[in-house]
């Protein structure tokens, strides 16, 4: 009896084998390419995590310096009130005692008050110069934890690219793509916002 059609296994398997390599290496070929465009992302989006960490850095570093400068002129403001204080004390003694008080009292006294004015001013503009840069700073430091946050979810898309990769899951990849494009949007708003 005539055995049934020989068919050759081994060319079957090979066939098959490299069927399979093909839509392998087209699918890691998909893996790739969305990675290395997340990853290009994560890169621009990791210098703008830094370089607005940094400016807030300096932002602040002058609010202090600011403060510091207002501080030393209300400091000298309570210095000039002091002075005043006391030439008004001394122009009151000589006058207990019944005598004129030299006009170097009264002429220090008014002096000095009037300087008030105008050191009490200088101190108010350094304390709204470093609200100013204290408020830019905060923004700044907002921005930055928006990009930081980018860069976390495009970590998180990487890592379940290469995940996909080597299980050749493409669930996985799926998911990589998704939060891929949640970290693209963020990194969107983030720079319009």
Same mark, same amino acid.
Do not use: C
């Given at each position: !009896?005539?055995?049934?059609? %020989?068919?050759?296994?081994?060319?079957?398997?090979?066939?098959?084998?490299?069927? !399979?390599?093909?839509? +392998?290496?087209?699918?890691?070929?998909?893996?790739? *390419?969305?990675?290395?465009?997340?990853?290009?992302? #994560?890169?621009?989006?990791? *210098?703008?995590?830094?370089?607005?960490?940094?400016?807030? =850095?300096? =932002?602040?570093?002058?609010?202090?310096? *600011?403060?510091?400068?207002?501080?030393? @002129?209300?400091?000298?403001? @309570?210095?000039?009130? /002091?002075? #005043?204080?006391?030439?008004?004390?001394?122009?009151?003694?000589?006058?207990?005692?019944?005598?004129?008080?030299?006009?170097?009292?009264?002429?220090?006294?008014?002096?000095?008050?009037?300087?008030?004015?105008?050191?009490?001013?200088?101190?108010? %503009?350094?304390?709204?110069? &470093?609200?100013?840069?204290?408020?830019?700073?905060?923004? *700044?430091?907002?921005?930055?934890? &928006?990009?930081?946050?980018?860069?976390?979810?495009? @970590?998180?898309?990487?890592? =379940?690219?290469?995940?996909?990769? /080597?299980?050749?899951?493409?669930? /996985?990849?799926?998911?990589?793509?998704?939060?891929?494009?949640? +970290?693209?949007? /963020?990194?969107?708003l983030s720079f319009l916002g």
């Amino acid at each position: !009896m005539p055995e049934g059609p %020989e068919i050759e296994v081994e060319k079957l398997n090979e066939t098959i084998h490299d069927e !399979m390599e093909k839509e +392998g290496g087209r699918f890691l070929k998909q893996i790739a *390419l969305t990675t290395a465009v997340l990853a290009a992302f #994560a890169a621009v989006a990791a *210098l703008k995590a830094g370089s607005t960490v940094n400016e807030a =850095l300096v =932002l602040k570093t002058e609010s202090t310096r *600011l403060q510091a400068q207002a501080s030393d @002129q209300w400091t000298y403001y @309570q210095a000039k009130g /002091l002075k #005043a204080a006391v030439q008004e004390a001394s122009k009151a003694a000589w006058e207990a005692l019944g005598k004129e008080a030299p006009h170097q009292f009264v002429d220090t006294a008014a002096r000095n008050t009037e300087e008030q004015v105008e050191i009490k001013k200088l101190a108010e %503009e350094f304390e709204k110069s &470093r609200d100013e840069k204290s408020a830019e700073a905060d923004h *700044l430091l907002h921005e930055h934890h &928006r990009f930081a946050n980018t860069v976390a979810l495009f @970590q998180v898309s990487i890592a =379940l690219g290469a995940l996909a990769a /080597l299980t050749r899951n493409r669930p /996985l990849w799926i998911g990589s793509l998704a939060v891929g494009l949640s +970290g693209i949007t /963020l990194f969107v708003l983030s720079f319009l916002g």
